[in-house]
């Protein structure tokens, strides 16, 4: 296969996609919205390793932002993000226009099941619609893969596993760590947003989290003590304006009753005009009982 290209149509991936699969390479997809950085790198690093050929999508999706929200802010830089997709080896950056990806939209809404109308879905009830939307066109473009997706978008981790499951797709969804900056704070695209201040307290969001994983792990079952922990924890930021906290199940997203398998700690806060999101894995240790 040739170098480093940056293709943005269909018929020109689709092509390339049968000669890397015509010489039995196997197929790694790296879905964004650009404005690359290490979060997107380290999903870029985990194909280039296990798969031959490595595509990263660059498509700002006008459908997962409500009225209200960032699309026409959104930061983008191009020429930032081919640097960076080059520089860790992507073989091929797939940019399509809005009129050449919207060909392969349904036609009617996606059905979508319960996970999507609590937290990031309460909060922002059109955003599911469209990533999966998008999602689904470019599995349906780039055909059997395995796709990366970073697990700071937990709940939207959890939504594309089940498109994956529920529409039988022939792509196995790989689930990669949040990268986070020297303080804890996870990298985001909308970090860009925060002022210096914004920026200094941001970081009680992990604190925040670690205070609850901490007490899961000494063996505290009751998810209203874990989640009056977190929130007395980022309330201690003056400019944190919380969302929501939450603790689910991790493998079904479902709110338990009470803790007794792993865990995840959700939560989503403002700071400013930044809405940042955040989780963490949280277990009991054997043998600690509350």
Not at 54 to 64: A, K, R
Not at 93 to 98: K, L
Not at 242 to 256: L, N
């Amino acid at each position: 296969m040739s170098s480093f290209q940056v293709l943005t149509t269909v018929k020109e991936l689709r092509s390339y996609l049968e000669e890397a699969r015509s010489a039995g390479s196997s197929i790694g997809l790296v879905p964004t919205m650009g404005f690359l950085h290490e979060g997107h790198a380290s999903l870029i690093n985990a194909s280039t390793d296990q798969r031959d050929v490595t595509i990263v999508s660059i498509y700002v999706n006008p459908l997962q932002f409500s009225p209200d929200e960032d699309f026409s802010d959104y930061p983008r830089d191009i020429s930032s993000d081919l640097k960076l997709c080059d520089k860790h080896g992507t073989d091929v950056v797939f940019a399509p226009s809005e009129e050449e990806i919207k060909t392969f939209f349904p036609t009617t809404p996606i059905h979508l099941r319960e996970v999507t109308k609590t937290f990031e879905g309460e909060s922002r009830p059109t955003h599911f619609q469209g990533v999966a939307t998008v999602v689904m066109a470019l599995f349906e473009i780039v055909g059997e893969s395995h796709a990366y997706f970073g697990e700071k978008d937990f709940q939207q981790l959890t939504v594309v596993k089940q498109l994956v499951e529920d529409h039988e797709l022939p792509i196995k969804i790989v689930g990669c760590a949040t990268v986070r900056e020297e303080d804890g704070l996870a990298k985001s695209s909308r970090n860009v947003y925060l002022s210096a201040d914004e920026r200094s307290q941001s970081s009680v969001l992990y604190q925040a989290l670690k205070v609850g994983a901490e007490a899961v792990s000494r063996g505290e079952t009751s998810t209203q003590i874990i989640e009056s922990l977190i929130r007395e924890t980022i309330e201690t930021s003056p400019l944190a304006k919380i969302d929501y906290v939450g603790v689910v199940d991790s493998s079904s997203f479902e709110i338990p009753n009470k803790i007794v398998t792993e865990v995840r700690l959700l939560v989503a806060c403002n700071f400013g005009q930044a809405r940042l999101i955040d989780n963490l894995p949280a277990k009991k240790k054997v043998g600690s009982d509350h």
